[in-house]
């Protein structure tokens, strides 16, 4: 698979492979061809996963506010998997499909990342709010059987956290 990484490969790729004025390779032979059909598989790899040529990686760091990240690690594998993968997509700007913001904070500056995983439902609650940083508030296992509703008591200690991470922000 091509990454981010690749993309240094790709644009040499390209800028080596001989052209016409229709971006065809001039020459027929497969060692003219090489640097373009590399560069065009690569190009199909990374249209895919949401990149392109223009691309920059600029990761935010994630900050860990109270247990968030020791209550992550408890949680099943393939749950960590995905909280794992939501929050490196919000580390370069993205968001994953089963993100939402979580009501009650007015925008869409604090999100929900929720999982189903045999029956049992986690949610990882962080803030993309301040350009330092992602800020990861709580990440729990939803106890309650009635409704979609997030737990009061856990309403609370995102909003403690939130006003650390704003602290935090502004250090």
């Known amino acids: 698979m091509i990454d981010a990484n690749d993309l240094p490969l790709v644009r040499q790729a390209l800028a080596t492979a001989q052209l016409d004025e229709q971006h065809q390779p001039t020459s027929g032979n497969v060692a003219a061809r090489r640097p373009l059909l590399i560069a065009n598989y690569a190009a199909q790899k990374l249209y895919r996963y949401g990149y392109n040529a223009q691309t920059t990686f600029e990761m935010k760091p994630i900050v860990w506010i109270g247990s968030s990240k020791k209550d ?66 709580h990440v729990f296992q939803k106890k309650s059987k009635h409704g979609v509703a997030t737990p009061k008591a856990d309403m609370e200690l995102i909003r403690e956290r939130l006003k650390l991470a704003e602290a935090k922000a502004k250090e």
């Open 72 to 137: 992550l690690l408890a949680l099943p594998e393939p749950v960590v998997d995905v909280f794992g993968y939501g929050l490196h997509l919000a580390q370069v700007g993205g968001k994953h499909p089963d993100t939402k913001p979580l009501s009650g904070f007015g925008s869409a500056g604090v999100l929900e990342l929720v999982e189903d995983r045999r029956g049992d439902t986690y949610r990882a609650v962080y803030t993309v709010r301040f350009k330092s940083a992602i800020y990861v508030l």
